[in-house]
C-alpha cells in the first residue's frame, strides 16, 4: 500500500495540445492567425501550434494572454517560444502577458506554450502576425527601375 501511495505522488500532468493552425490572408504576403487551448485538468502542459504560411522568409510577431477573473480559470504560462524565439513574458497575477517583437523566420512555424493550469477550465489565447520580407533580389530591381527612370529623366532635360 505504501509502495502504491509513494507511486502515486508524482506531478499532475494536464492535458497537452497539439494543433496545426490555419492563417488567415490579410493582405498579399500578410498572413495573421488566432490560437488558444483551454485547459479542464489542472497540472503542468505543453502545448503546440504550427503555422504554414505561403512565404518565404518572413517576419514574424506574436501575443499570448491568460486572464483571471477573481482566482478563478487560473493558469500560469511559464514559457512561450517561436521557432526557437522567446516570448517575453510579463506575469502578474490575474492578467499575464506575452510578446515577441518581430523575428525572422521562414518555413513552417512551431509555437509552443508551457505552463500550470492551477484551476481547471483556466485558458489562453493570442494571436501570429506574419508577413514576407522581400527577396534581394527584389530591392536589386527597384534600384535598377529608379536607375532608368533617373537617366530618362535626365536624358529628357538635356533635349
Not at 502515486?8 to 488558444?36: F, I, K, P, R, W
Not at 513574458?89 to 515577441?100: K, M, Q, T, V, W
Given at each position: 500500500?505504501?509502495?502504491?501511495?509513494?507511486?502515486?505522488?508524482?506531478?499532475?500532468?494536464?492535458?497537452?495540445?497539439?494543433?496545426?493552425?490555419?492563417?488567415?490572408?490579410?493582405?498579399?504576403?500578410?498572413?495573421?492567425?488566432?490560437?488558444?487551448?483551454?485547459?479542464?485538468?489542472?497540472?503542468?502542459?505543453?502545448?503546440?501550434?504550427?503555422?504554414?504560411?505561403?512565404?518565404?522568409?518572413?517576419?514574424?510577431?506574436?501575443?499570448?494572454?491568460?486572464?483571471?477573473?477573481?482566482?478563478?480559470?487560473?493558469?500560469?504560462?511559464?514559457?512561450?517560444?517561436?521557432?526557437?524565439?522567446?516570448?517575453?513574458?510579463?506575469?502578474?497575477?490575474?492578467?499575464?502577458?506575452?510578446?515577441?517583437?518581430?523575428?525572422a523566420v521562414s518555413g513552417t512555424l512551431t509555437l509552443t506554450?508551457?505552463?500550470?493550469?492551477?484551476?481547471?477550465?483556466?485558458?489562453?489565447?493570442?494571436?501570429?502576425?506574419?508577413?514576407?520580407?522581400?527577396?534581394?533580389?527584389?530591392?536589386?530591381?527597384?534600384?535598377?527601375?529608379?536607375?532608368?527612370?533617373?537617366?530618362?529623366?535626365?536624358?529628357?532635360?538635356?533635349?
Amino acid at each position: 500500500m505504501a509502495a502504491m501511495l509513494a507511486a502515486s505522488t508524482g506531478t499532475a500532468l494536464a492535458e497537452d495540445l497539439t494543433q496545426n493552425v490555419a492563417l488567415s490572408t490579410v493582405s498579399a504576403g500578410s498572413y495573421t492567425a488566432h490560437y488558444g487551448a483551454t485547459h479542464n485538468v489542472a497540472g503542468l502542459f505543453t502545448d503546440t501550434f504550427t503555422f504554414n504560411p505561403a512565404v518565404g522568409p518572413s517576419m514574424a510577431n506574436a501575443v499570448i494572454q491568460s486572464i483571471s477573473l477573481f482566482g478563478n480559470n487560473d493558469l500560469n504560462l511559464t514559457s512561450a517560444s517561436l521557432n526557437g524565439h522567446a516570448l517575453t513574458l510579463i506575469p502578474s497575477g490575474g492578467y499575464e502577458f506575452g510578446l515577441l517583437s518581430p523575428v525572422a523566420v521562414s518555413g513552417t512555424l512551431t509555437l509552443t506554450v508551457m505552463g500550470n493550469v492551477l484551476t481547471p477550465s483556466a485558458s489562453y489565447s493570442g494571436d501570429i502576425n506574419v508577413a514576407a520580407v522581400p527577396e534581394p533580389e527584389t530591392y536589386g530591381m527597384l534600384l535598377a527601375g529608379l536607375g532608368i527612370v533617373g537617366f530618362l529623366a535626365r536624358r529628357r532635360n538635356a533635349s
